[in-house]
């Protein structure tokens, strides 16, 4: 991570050799043509003129390190499949919440752009871009101070400085010394303040450890040769006197910013003053064999083998040749091991001759590393055996794809077989990517303390600055106005139609009558239901439509009585709420509706502020920050709130036999594969044959392909698993221990086997049952647990909503015969009040 990022304009020319050796640039197109070879250029572009993508492939395949691009256009790089190591995102402060999730997973950092530095706003977007690198562009004429550089710094960030702001001269109120920003970090814990630094070869072999100081390391950034920081002599120029000088190709800091790394072009006989290259003693390996192939084709008697290969060319080559073909040919470690060695020799014997060393060819290494468009990699026709030269020896049973899509572009599953599998790699197939709740509830608390701390203030300015609605307020109490909840008649059709079937299959769910048991001769225990009093209900969107979460989690509510219902939900930017939301409040007679999303929203529940009612349980799905945040919240005891269960990213488990239509399967997979890059996708093959498997594969490449989130499933599928069982009970054993949110049933007879489930969210039985009708319309709940919580948690129901107190009435018959066996556990537990409560009756009754 580079300390700060150069921004070249026309007067800064001259600066590029020196801001080199300190790390990357940024340029502009035109720039970029002109300037000389530098490995970590970073093209800037502020809009997005037509054909600009085949302009981008080009600069990175010729090693642009960073694209710097606006919004739209890193859109368009993701799709493209650029690496999101290559992408930067620039964004003005004002619009840094804007950005989903796709483009921040997609992107390797953000430019950002700021009218002044402000320490606290870049923090929060910092935080906002977590894992990110961030940089910061001020319009002010000033630079920042070299407190300010550190500031950012600390927080993660590096500024953006102009090269009409940077200079070599000393720093002044409108420049500041190129060293000075650059070591504006770097602490000393010797009381000399010198720094430790390690010189490098250019290939990163170590040459020594020397001493730098501020003024050493500024002579050296602007001069490019080697100078250091004698503890006994002042300042030590390399070579100046033995002629061994260095030319520095990079100066970096340490990831503590208390030690430095030169990298160097060493000339003269080498670093150590015992005229060794290392003062670590003799170089070995690929350095020491370029040394020796310099060292004879400079002074090599005329007769030696060495001197024949570099006076005749064509014993060069042929040896390249004879070399390449007997690795080819060998099987043995050691064979291999032996043969690559000969052929590097040679290799590098030709390098030498044309007068490439190994840093030129790692360079090339490097540089082919940054391609993002590749060649097919196919075998040239002369060194390619013809296919009807010999027969084949193929024996596989797995037929080629018919999809239309290229090769490398298909979208399929892993494969795994439970035959024959340890119980290790069994427990791979069952696991989870890991959710790292510490590390979001310590980026949520902030937000969480804010509201609790200001209540109305803060949410209405976080609404502002994480969704762009400005509110006057936050709340909307019923009744609704009507103009709020006008929608499309077919949907409020499909929406009734929902809201009957699911409060249908939720009303039956409600215990009529209260539980009561004698459990001897006068006493009698008994078990009641009451709602829970106030509940809120987290919808996720803002520009998305979620009125199915709504009817999910009002309905129950409704139907178990409880007395007031907060209805959560993102505004969109001009305040309002999606009127099928709004409806669907009405319907289930939300007592209030939340325009705030995120943590915010949560926070605002769980504490309640100054016209947010405090709620007692927080229900509803949401992202990584509302899934932090109601986990923070149910273990602080003065907000006393529950949570309905723990969240993970969304998951389907499918079993399917030689009955299962292969379409049908594909489809149930996509529908959960498209929720996010995260989804968990498992598919259980009970004895499907090979073809039957590819026909299954064929119809998700298909179907993937015409899906509009694409390339969501495009990185979810990949990570997805196919198991094969080789019975339906081993099937259903495996999905028990997944314990899958969705399990879906393709196999024959497929209601006998609902028997034998014990751990799942929802199960979805036979061919015509596909999951989106529980996820929308069929009466069951489409909250449910994730991340193998199926195995403790049931999904959200009636009795979610409510809860059960216990009561117990004893006649005096009853205690005279239950009395003497609570009194004697009482003291044995040494409790004489609890025995006592008991005997003062007994005593009474006599």
Partial sequence: MPVFLP????????????????????????????????????????????????????????????????????????????????????????????????????????????PAIDIDLVTSVSKFFANSAMYVSSSTTSPPTLSTIRELLAIGAQPVLPSSQLTVAPTSADRVNVADAFLAPIVSDRPDGLFPTVVSSETGHSLGLVYSSVESVRESLITGKGVYQSRKHGLWRKGETSGATQDVVSIRLDCDSDSLEFRVKQHGAGFCHLNRQSCFGEIGGLPALESTLRSRLASAPGGSYTRRLFDDSSLLHSKIMEEADELCRAEDTKDVAFEAADLLYFALAKCVQAGVGIAEIERSLNAKAKRVTRRPGNAKPHWTKQADTKPSTSTSTQPVSSSCHKADDRIRMRMSDLAGITSEQRAQLLKRPVLKSDEMIAKVKPIVDDVRARGDAALLELTAKFDKAQLTSAVVFPPFAPETMQIDPDVQAAIDQAYLNIRKFHEAQVAQDALVVETM????????????????????????????????????????GCKEIVLATPPRPDGSISPEVMYVAHRVGASAVLKAGGAQAVAAMAYGTETVPKVDKIFGPGNQWVTAAKMLVQNDTDAL??????????????????????????????????????????????????????????????????????????????????????????????????????????????????????????????????????????????????????????GVNTLSFQKHITSQQITPEGLKKLGPVVATLADCEGLQAHANAVRIRLRANE
């Fill in 641 to 794: 709130v529950s949570i309905d269960m723990p969240a993970g990213p969304s998951e389907v488990l499918v079993i399917a036999d030689h009955t299962a239509n292969p379409a049908f399967v594909a489809a149930d997979l996509l529908s959960q594969a498209e929720h996010g890059v995260d989804s968990q996708v498992v598919l259980v093959a009970v004895s499907l044959t090979p073809e039957k498997l590819a026909e299954i594969e064929q119809e998700v490449d298909a179907q993937a392909h015409a899906l509009s989130r694409v390339d969501i499933v495009r990185q979810s599928i990949p990570k997805s698993i196919v198991v094969k069982a080789s019975s339906a009970q081993e099937a259903i054993a495996f999905s028990n221990d997944y314990a899958p949110e969705h399990l879906i049933l393709h196999l024959e007879n497929a209601p006998k086997h609902v028997a034998s489930v014990e751990n799942a969210g929802s199960v979805f039985v036979g061919p015509f049952t596909p999951e989106s009708c529980g996820d929308y319309a069929s009466g069951t709940n489409h909250t449910l647990p994730t991340n193998g919580y199926a195995r403790q948690f049931s």
């Fill in 521 to 560: 001769p006068g006493v009698v225990c008994s078990r009641f239901a009451r709602p829970i009093g106030r509940v809120g209900l987290y919808v996720p969107g803002g520009t998305a439509i979620l009125p199915s979460t709504a009817l999910m989690l009002g309905i129950p509510a409704q139907v178990a």
């Fill in 7 to 114: 921004l070249l304009d026309e007067s800064g020319v001259d600066l590029v050799p020196i801001l080199a050796r300190s790390g990357p640039i940024a340029v502009s197109p035109t720039q970029f043509s002109h300037l000389p070879p530098h490995n970590q250029y970073y093209i800037t572009l502020e809009s997005s003129p037509d054909a600009i993508l085949d302009n981008i492939l080009s600069w990175l395949n010729e090693g642009v390190e960073k694209v710097i691009v606006p919004l739209t256009l890193a859109k368009d790089l993701i799709a493209a499949g650029i690496p999101s190591e290559r992408i930067l995102l620039l964004l003005d402060v004002g619009n840094f919440s804007a950005v989903s999730d796709t483009v921040r997973r997609g992107v390797s950092g953000v430019f950002l752009k700021t």
